[in-house]
């Protein structure tokens, strides 16, 4: 399926819109008319107005950023770095005893520098930058980069309206490059190498299991299977320093088929580690 136009909803954000548009050439279309409507006036705005759009994507800039919607399906996705449910979860979300924290190997004194290889929308490399691990994130399709990079944007404004400290450390723990995994991992020098290689490739879902989430569906139709996966492990090997950690749905082989030193289960995911050295005390102790 296609991205295909851009449609932004005040006029305020025009001429950003039409930046974005240009780099994605993509039409440009002033839907200020429908700010406030409902989402169904949204669908029925682009069935109108951009018929091209039809069974697609279109990107939708607004007051609270960009969104990706599909189109003929009431469903947006976003990168939210801020809003109620993350920060639920940042404030409650069961610290370094979640299954992530102990996969890459956040204990008390161990604060790993975190390569994030596939970032996605970045949900992972927040809740680990949260807990204080510095993550680089890596994201090779400029759509998905796109709401990756808006969404920290729109965090950091969120930052200077609340004055919330602990975001603005978690938000600076983070950075995002543009590029792909593989050339970055083959090509890093011997400095530069992080602490922990994170991967979380797609994994074709059941696209018509009532239990896979509308948001998820689109956001797999919109990236594809990433069928090269596999070839991510072994550079991952090579780059980090102590260990690399895959996140699988808890019913699939090992990435590459390589059996993992082990295993941390969940109820739909588990992470492998392989790992390659002990984390030593006092790696990135925070001050
Ligand atoms: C399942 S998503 C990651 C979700 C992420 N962990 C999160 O919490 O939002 C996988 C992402 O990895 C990206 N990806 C896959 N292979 C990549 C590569 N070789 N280089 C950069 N990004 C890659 C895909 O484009 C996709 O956005």
Redesign the pocket.
């Known amino acids: 399926m296609e991205l295909t136009t851009l449609v932004y909803l005040e006029p305020e954000l025009q001429e950003a819109a039409q930046h974005l548009a240009d780099s994605f050439a993509l039409p440009c279309v002033d839907g200020c008319a429908i700010a406030s409507a409902k989402p169904k006036c949204l669908q029925r705005f682009l069935k109108e107005r951009c018929p091209a759009s039809a069974g697609g994507f279109v990107f939708v800039l607004g007051a609270s950023g960009l969104a990706m919607n599909a189109v003929g399906d009431d469903c947006s996705i976003r990168a939210d770095f801020h809003g109620p449910t993350v920060t639920y979860r940042r404030k409650q979300g069961g610290g370094k005893g979640q299954m992530i924290a102990k996969a890459v190997g956040l204990r008390s004194g161990v604060s790993p520098r975190v390569l994030d290889?596939?970032?996605?929308?970045?949900?992972?490399?927040f809740v680990l930058a949260s807990l204080g691990c510095s993550m680089t994130m890596?994201?090779?399709?400029p759509a998905?980069r796109a709401l990756l990079q808006d969404g920290l944007v729109q965090a950091r404004r969120f930052v200077d309206v609340s004055k919330d400290c602990v975001l603005a450390e978690v938000l600076d723990r983070m950075s995002l490059v543009e590029t792909?995994?593989?050339d970055y991992m083959q090509q890093i020098s011997l400095d530069g190498r992080p602490d922990v290689v994170y991967l979380?490739?797609?994994f074709p879902v059941r696209t018509k299991s009532a239990l896979v989430k509308k948001e998820m569906r689109l956001f797999h139709h919109l990236?594809g299977a990433?069928l090269?996966?596999d070839g991510?492990l072994d550079a991952a090997l090579s780059c980090a320093r102590y260990r690399v950690v895959v996140?699988r749905p808890r019913i699939a082989p090992p990435l590459s088929g390589r059996p993992p030193s082990h295993v941390l289960e969940g109820k739909s995911n588990r992470y492998d580690v392989y790992a390659l050295e002990k984390l030593p005390k006092g790696l990135n102790l925070e001050v």
């Open positions: 290889a596939t970032a996605g929308l970045g949900g992972d490399a890596l994201e090779r399709v998905v792909d995994a593989l979380d490739p797609m990236v990433d090269d996966a991510l996140k």
